[in-house]
């Protein structure tokens, strides 16, 4: 396990191989960064599926509307949905889209982010200014590179558990 140096703002997400230790950036990207933290609380990122892994490119999933594993889960839907919270605008910055960041997923519309999110696979710059990129992968990264691929995948990995390291 990574050494955790702001609690607050780290994020642990259980899959199915172990645990993944997400450092949040609340200088570059602060609301999507409340908002991952507020999600987490709730609960609301618990068993939602990866619903497009491709593979060199990155992992996706967030979808807490459409992408529960348990309650209403419609794998054709997953990826559609985010929260019943309003969208997030783009927060962009010059940190590039590395192997192991944290990107905003949206719609064509740059201020449409809302829960989803993907994990890049490699680094991935040509995305460089176009989503906010508001963490990165500081252990765990084999526990990524070992999500289901598919678009989306017949069966789906998941996120066990997502907890804000302060409230672990």
Do not use: W
């Not at 995305?127 to 990264?141: E, F, H, K, P, S």
């Amino acid at each position: 396990m990574a050494e955790i140096k702001d609690p607050e703002n780290t994020i642990l997400m259980e899959l199915k191989g172990g645990t993944v230790v997400i450092e949040l950036l609340p200088d570059v990207a602060p609301l999507h960064v409340a908002r991952m933290k507020d999600l987490a609380r709730a609960g609301q990122y618990d068993n939602v599926c990866f619903h497009r892994v491709i593979e060199g490119f990155m992992a996706q999933t967030g979808d807490v509307k459409n992408g529960n594993m348990e309650a209403g889960f419609n794998l054709r839907m997953a990826g559609t949905g985010g929260s019943d919270m309003s969208d997030v605008p783009a927060e962009f910055s010059k940190l590039p889209h590395d192997r192991g960041t944290l990107g905003a997923a949206r719609s064509a519309n740059p201020n449409s982010a809302n829960s989803q999110f993907f994990i890049n696979f490699k680094d991935n710059h040509f995305l460089n200014g176009q989503y906010t990129v508001y963490g990165r992968v500081i252990a765990g990264m084999e526990h990524v590179d070992a999500i289901t691929r598919g678009e989306p995948p017949a069966s789906p990995d998941r996120m066990i558990s997502v907890k804000v390291a302060a409230d672990a």
